[in-house]
């Protein structure tokens, strides 16, 4: 267990709808960051959060955005959904928001199915 | 960081053999180079990282190498057992050095 919490596990939507993937990051952790995996595209950057503030941007679509709350814990939302969207999206927390300082702790995922 | 190439995309050897993926960075900046494992259904977890002040670094039967002048960094893997069965990811920081970019990944696949 990582100690990062991600709900819901699994979703199914239609075309056009909205969702929204929460996310808790590891107790003490301030950065949180979400990726999405699909199956030929590997692990891909979406957007990452430091104390409430974003810090970067990366392969994020317009129709998605993210926030981090107060308490820490953030919450992605995906709007207009497409098809191409189905793909497992991962939460991820570190300590101090910098790549090269330590491990990143993954969350178990949110399988995202469009139909 | 920023754009990280991962091969092979698939790699398939016998227990016992030896495995090697490796990875090309663009950012000449980059000084921390990491390795994800995720096993099937998994989330990725950490297995070894190397940053760019040392050339080598081995933790059992898994070693990570860098050459920062080419710009690319390399797993191995020896004696491999089915449990390595995996996708491996390798990654580099961003531009910013914030967070960290992902390859594409190699699914290894150990057969006894």
């Known amino acids: 267990d990582s100690g990062v919490t991600q709900t819901p596990k699994h979703l199914i939507t239609a075309t056009g709808q909205r969702v929204t993937l929460r996310c808790s990051p590891r107790s003490g952790d301030l950065s949180v960051y979400w990726y999405q995996q699909s199956l030929d595209q590997g692990l891909q950057f979406l957007i990452q959060y430091y104390n409430g503030e974003e810090r970067a941007k990366g392969n994020i679509l317009e129709r998605f955005s993210a926030q981090q709350f107060p308490d820490l814990h953030s919450e992605l939302n995906l709007s207009s959904l497409e098809l191409g969207d189905s793909a497992l999206y991962f939460c991820?927390?570190?300590?101090?928001?910098?790549?090269?300082?330590?491990?990143?702790?993954f969350g178990e995922g949110s399988r995202l199915t469009v139909l | 960081g920023e754009n990280v190439e991962q091969h092979p995309s698939t790699l398939s050897v016998q227990e016992g053999d030896s495995a090697v993926i490796k990875c090309t960075y663009s950012d000449s900046a980059s000084n921390y180079f990491p390795w994800y494992k995720q096993e099937l259904g998994k989330r990725p977890q950490l297995i070894i990282d190397?940053?760019?002040?040392?050339g080598e670094k081995k933790d059992q039967r898994i070693a990570v190498t860098l050459n920062k002048t080419a710009k690319h960094f390399s797993l191995h893997i020896t004696e491999t057992q089915p449990e390595d069965s995996a996708v491996y990811f390798c990654?580099?920081?961003?531009?910013?050095?914030?967070?960290?970019?992902f390859g594409k990944g190699t699914t290894l696949s150990v057969s006894s």
């Open positions: 991820a927390s570190s300590v101090d928001g910098m790549a090269n300082t330590g491990e990143l702790f």
């Open positions: 990654a580099a920081p961003n531009q910013a050095g914030t967070a960290l970019i």
């Open positions: 190397i940053r760019s002040n040392v």
